[in-house]
């Protein structure tokens, strides 16, 4: 028998609402029902307890860091090694509501109003890039966010701001799929009780903005059920 979705029927409005920023309970309905009736072998780890920063990050670029060519995002770090361990990370909350993770030398560097931006061009740049710019989009409606396409605009169009509430659920981890010097593609582990589902982002660099920037040319990301969360890069 076909496994059915992990975020169930509704996934189609509140999750192209919130994307990959699931809410957890509405009127008594959660969005990750088990597909396996039976319970899971192994525990996993409660989520962890992060402390909430209130105050934009300090500019701390690292030495590597080169002066962009175009737009106006800062010099931020040239650092192109995989991220097999996630760098040190602080924790802001977004002034839609999610608590987003923030480095110092890669990003987000500016936070206009709701659109919050400027990422590193590396690899780790793109993780933080793809978890942020995917709020920035689904959250706070901000089409720049994403590249122009005809599924852009229609996203942007089909979402209802007001709708965009509940509980968040702290991303907790990444793993990233594919990386190149213009696209990324990363997957994020969200908790949802003793269960764990992950989406798919992709993100491409932008020459005109220096920076990255969503492609959603193919839609808002499907959730899968995770059940190695282990997999997982942990945030720090």
């Not at 192209?16 to 597909?35: C, D, E, H, S």
């Not at 924790?91 to 608590?99: D, N, S, V």
């Not at 560097?109 to 400027?118: N, V």
Request: charged share 20%; hydrophobic share 35%; glycine share 6%.
């Amino acid at each position: 028998m076909a496994e059915s979705d992990p975020l169930g029927k509704n996934w189609k409005l509140w999750g192209g609402i919130l994307a990959f920023i699931v809410v957890v309970v509405i009127a008594g309905l959660v969005f990750f029902p088990r597909i396996n009736p039976e319970p899971e072998a192994t525990a996993t780890e409660p989520a962890p307890s992060v402390p909430v920063e209130t105050t934009s990050p300090t500019a701390s670029p690292s030495a590597s860091a080169s002066k962009p060519a175009t737009g106006d995002c800062p010099a931020l770090s040239t650092d192109n090694s995989f991220p097999n361990d996630a760098p040190a990370t602080e924790w802001k909350r977004h002034p839609a509501g999610m608590l987003l993770p923030v480095n110092s030398d890669h990003g987000p560097a500016k936070k206009d109003g709701d659109f919050w931006r400027c990422f590193s061009h590396t690899p780790t740049g793109a993780v933080y890039a793809g978890i942020t710019l995917s709020f920035d989009l689904t959250g706070s409606l901000i089409p720049d966010a994403a590249i122009e396409s005809q599924q852009r605009d229609s996203i942007v169009a089909e979402l209802k701001p007001e709708l965009a509430g509940g509980s968040y659920p702290l991303v907790e981890g990444f793993r990233l799929m594919a990386s190149d010097n213009d696209s990324a593609s990363v997957e994020y582990l969200i908790p949802s009780g003793t269960e764990y589902a992950s989406l798919r982002w992709n993100v491409v660099w932008s020459e005109k903005d220096h920076d990255w920037r969503l492609d959603v040319s193919n839609g808002v990301p499907s959730a899968s059920k995770v059940t190695d969360p282990s997999t997982f890069t942990r945030w720090e």
